[in-house]
């Protein structure tokens, strides 16, 4: 594992590559998912993905990191490629499409502390407080994706 600023740009690495599949599954499952409210939700929350994988590239950039897939992300990436892709098949696997997505997002709150630490190591102001932004609608985000979830657990129990 690397140390000093090799870490920090691992640290990017990582929540970019997560972010951007973030992004990419979100955006499969709002046309896939068989709930028209979570369909809205998740076109809702893009937006918002979208603007956190933006500030992640600009703020890993003076570090180098471009969103290289490391294991953890390279792991996670392709469960979400796979459960996105049978997500219109039927229920069962549009929620676990749905569950993969919900992982994500809390793996990227746990990135965000992160962030938000080597900021202040850092003295970058600017760097803590978008962490702390994009970690306060990350988990705003993925609470209201869990609501849906369970939501929809019951819909498919009781089919």
Not at 86 to 108: C, F, G
Not at 129 to 151: C, F, N
């Amino acid at each position: 594992m690397p140390a000093g600023t090799e870490f920090i740009k691992h640290e990017f690495d990582e929540a970019i590559a997560i972010q951007t599949t973030i992004v990419e599954t979100g955006t499969q499952l709002a046309s896939k998912h068989p709930v028209a409210a979570v369909q809205r939700q998740l076109k809702a929350a893009g937006k918002t993905d979208q603007r956190h994988l933006d500030q992640l590239k600009k703020f890993g950039a003076p570090y180098g990191a471009k969103g290289k897939r490391e294991e953890v992300a390279e792991a996670l990436s392709a469960l979400a490629e796979e459960t996105s892709a049978k997500a219109d098949s039927e229920e069962s696997e549009a929620y676990e499409a749905h569950a993969v997505l919900l992982n994500l997002k809390r793996k990227q709150q746990d990135s965000a502390d992160a962030v938000i630490k080597i900021a202040r190591q850092e003295k970058n102001a600017e760097l803590r407080e978008a962490a702390k932004t994009m970690k306060r609608e990350i988990k705003a985000g993925a609470d209201d994706l869990g609501k849906s979830l369970a939501d929809f657990a019951v819909q498919i129990a009781a089919s």
